[in-house]
């Protein structure tokens, strides 16, 4: 059988981190993508959204992470970075989970700093920012303007970027076979076995390989291993979710909007195909299941079976009523995956990144990650895990 220091199951952006972080440290560490492609499926298939804190009025700790590593992540992958938008966050007047000042002391919790604002609600959401050193300041009257304020109460600008998956993936791609990772496509990690001494057997696409450690990076198909392998199921939550591609009027070229937090739709730029994504909290999802106590669907094969027949009508009529200008855009494709989720995080829309050492048997670990851009708070916790185990090092090994 052939032997490996680590495998990494999965070639999404977290896979290939994290195979690159582990290759600094051991010789010989493979990744096993079961698709044609590295980052194809969920790490192309989302908004393309670089997070610095907004996004979460309801989750200080997911908008604290996203708040610091920011600006680590557009100093890393800056090529990959589209900073070319103005970014707008407007809060919904009524049905809405926050208000603007519920908002701004959200946002004062994290801390980002702005220039004071006159009205009341964006002097609050300012301060909030100041304390988090995210930049934001009242929109302009020509931006406020596009929207219906007897529907929005406040409207703010920010800084929020979107990341080019494509020149993200090469540059990845590239930094793999540099660290010099064997990256295996098409091929499927089936099942894991502990071995004595603490190896790990894996199962991939037929052949039989022994690793120091093997660790999931699979998003959507997390639980597939582990319900093949006999290992307990995680509770996660699965949806079937929907993103339009579509042409904005020329009213809104330049722009990128989130309404917050309730009737929560976004629109934002897709830079690999040169469109913005619209998705919103009710249409987005198309449907969703359950892991859990046992039960597990493999998640790909509940997709592929699903109807995926567009809601971007119902998107557009019920997101134009607070910004009216989006009932001139135009449809022109989706973006379809699998979005999962812990289940607590319906409750407050929160985004932890899920860890899981030795899952079920040493040296089996899972990785389920939240945001993008929040790779580095999973890749200091494995760092941590293999100095605590005393892994082989590279010069050691």
């Known amino acids: 059988m052939e032997r490996w220091d680590a495998v990494v199951v999965g070639g999404g952006f977290y896979g290939l981190y994290l195979a ?38 309801r989750s200080v700790l997911t908008a ?51 220039e004071p604002a006159d009205a009341a609600t964006a002097g609050q959401f300012a301060e909030a920012m100041r304390r988090i050193g995210a930049p934001v300041e009242p929109a302009d009257a020509a931006q406020v303007r596009l929207f219906d304020r007897d529907l929005i109460e406040d409207v703010f600008r920010v800084r929020e970027y979107a990341f080019d998956s494509v020149r993200l993936c090469d540059a990845m791609a590239e930094r793999v076979r540099r660290a010099g990772v064997t990256v295996r496509l098409n091929t499927p990690v089936e099942r894991v076995w502990s071995l004595s001494g603490g190896a790990v057997r894996v199962r991939a696409a037929g052949a039989e390989l022994v690793a120091g450690l093997a660790l999931c990076c699979s998003y959507a198909q ?3 291993v582990a319900a093949a392998s006999g290992l307990p199921v995680i509770p996660l939550k699965h949806e079937l979710a929907e993103m339009a591609l579509v042409e904005l009027p020329d009213a809104l070229k330049g722009l990128g909007v ?33 892991d859990g106590d046992a039960t597990h669907r493999p998640a790909y094969e509940v997709f592929a079976a699903a109807d995926h027949t567009t809601a971007f009508p119902h998107m557009a009529r ?60 999973v890749a200091e916790e494995l760092a941590k895990r293999l100095d605590a185990t005393q892994t082989p090092t590279r010069e050691a090994a």
């Open 318 to 377: 019920d997101a134009a009523r607070y910004l009216p200008a989006l009932a001139r855009c135009e449809y022109r494709d989706s973006l379809w995956e699998v979005k999962t989720v812990l289940p607590r995080s319906e409750a407050d829309d929160s985004r932890p990144i899920l860890f899981r050492p030795d899952h079920g048997i040493p040296n089996y670990h899972v990785v389920m990650g939240g945001k993008i851009d929040n790779v580095y708070d």
């Open 64 to 114: 604290v992470r996203s708040r610091v590593n920011f600006p680590r992540f557009v100093a890393e992958f800056r090529p990959a970075v589209d900073a070319t938008f103005e970014k707008l966050y407007a809060v919904a007047r009524r049905g809405s989970k926050v208000t603007a000042g519920q908002f701004a002391e959200a946002m004062r919790r994290i801390g980002a700093p702005v």
């Open 20 to 57: 690159e972080q582990l290759a600094a440290r051991l010789r010989r560490v493979l990744l096993c993508e079961a698709g044609p492609a590295l980052m194809a499926r969920a790490s192309y298939a989302n908004q393309a959204r670089v997070h610095n804190g907004y996004h979460y009025p």
């Open 222 to 224: 997390t639980n597939a």
């Open 258 to 290: 989130t309404v917050v937090d309730g009737p929560f739709f976004s629109c934002m730029p897709f830079p690999p195909r040169g469109l913005h994504t619209l998705s919103h909290v009710r249409y987005t999802p198309h449907g969703h299941w359950y």
